[in-house]
């Protein structure tokens, strides 16, 4: 029989045989839990959302609450999580569903995806595991176990790709439990045909696995682009007395929006020389001595990679500075603000939070 055709089949009976991935979210029916999971879990291994599912769920145990928190402690509970923007579309849209929506997420992948920070695949979920809606889920697991199988290798980055893998992955969902099928396919391919060293002596589909035939599983899924990395250089300043620093919010539309860091300014290259003047500059004083110096670790975000450095400085005068964009606060609350791994790390080694 044609694979397609005994592909569901298959896959269920995996699931119901060898599948003992646990997971909180699993099988819930409610779609706030569900939306929620699939938010924290975008672009995020399990392991590492899973903590943070667990407090939110914790927090805000139904969308009115987390819809009518304040944004700073949104913000704060997602710190370490990264992808930022997921927080900002996490709390606007619980405003949303909470007042228009009368509380209730939508029942159907057409509205779903009208929410904001809510895409094809978390549409897809949400309508397949609350609603039991026929929509497939397509995410990486999916495409890895799909080329794979079915031997396709036009790059999913393309948008060719992404139409050929959305119709295949469609074709084949089960038509009596698409929510249990679409958690399936993603188990599988987290579980069995993960990128490295998939089990292949324990897959059901070894026989007619195109990829294991031809021996071109490390080939596949094909991917087109190269990410570009850019590189930043970001001078954090602190300036503190034994009470008091200065903080800013970054508000740009830039990385970490919204996110609280130290006064920064941001140099082309790492900044070594003339120090002194860069930050003189910035301040708009030269009435200060750089006390310490020191480099953070490198972050590396999707497109970035973030080349910190840390200057601790001695400010005459420091009651009565004024810092365009900063705000002076208590050391003893930093700790109520949100800020990026890589100033967390800073503030942790200083013992400042
Ligand atoms: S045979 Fe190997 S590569 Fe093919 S689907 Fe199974 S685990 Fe993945």
Redesign the pocket.
């Known amino acids: 029989m044609e694979l397609k055709k005994q592909f569901a089949k298959l896959l269920l009976q995996w699931n119901n045989n060898h599948n003992n991935r646990h997971m909180p979210w699993k099988g819930e029916k409610n779609p706030y839990l569900i939306w929620l999971s699939e938010i924290i879990l975008q672009q995020t291994r399990v392991e590492q959302g899973l903590p943070y599912f667990l407090s939110f769920k914790q927090k805000y145990p139904n969308v009115k609450h987390l819809a009518e928190a304040a944004e700073d402690e949104v913000m704060k509970l997602w710190q370490g999580l990264g992808y930022y923007s997921r927080a900002r579309n996490l709390h606007e849209t619980a405003k949303n569903v909470h007042i228009n929506l009368n509380g209730e997420f939508p029942g159907f992948f057409e509205e779903l995806i009208k929410l904001k920070g809510v895409g094809d695949y978390t549409a897809s979920a949400i309508a397949s595991f609350a609603f039991g809606e026929k929509k497939a889920v397509v995410d990486g697991n999916v495409i ?2 799909l080329a ?2 079915f031997g396709i290798d036009t790059a999913f980055d393309t948008t060719e790709g992404k139409k050929r893998f959305a119709a295949l992955a469609q074709e084949l969902i089960d038509d009596d439990e698409p929510g249990t099928y679409n958690q399936a396919i993603m188990d ?1 391919g987290a579980v ?3 990128p490295q060293n ?3 002596d ?5 026989k007619k ?4 035939q031809q021996n071109r ?1 490390d080939d ?1 899924p094909a991917r087109k682009k190269k990410i570009k990395i850019q590189e930043r250089y970001f001078n954090y300043l602190i300036i503190k007395n034994n009470s008091e620093i200065f903080i800013s919010k970054r508000t740009g539309n830039d990385i970490w929006k919204n996110l609280y860091e130290l006064p920064m300014f941001e140099t082309a290259k790492l900044l070594r020389k003339n120090i002194k003047e860069s930050i003189a500059e910035y301040l708009g004083t030269t009435d200060f001595d750089i006390a310490s110096y020191c480099e953070g670790s490198v972050q590396l975000l999707t497109h970035r990679k973030i080349h910190p450095q840390f200057i601790e400085i001695e400010v005459k005068g420091f009651k009565k500075l004024q810092l365009a964009g900063a705000q002076r606060i208590k050391l003893s609350s930093l700790n109520s603000f949100a800020f990026p791994k890589t100033v967390l790390s800073f503030l942790k080694l200083k013992n400042l939070v």
Do not use: G
Request: hydrophobic residues 50%; positive net charge.
């Open positions: 890895r176990v794979r199988v599988f069995l045909c993960m998939p089990l292949c324990t897959c059901p589909f070894q696995c195109v990829a294991y599983i596949l």
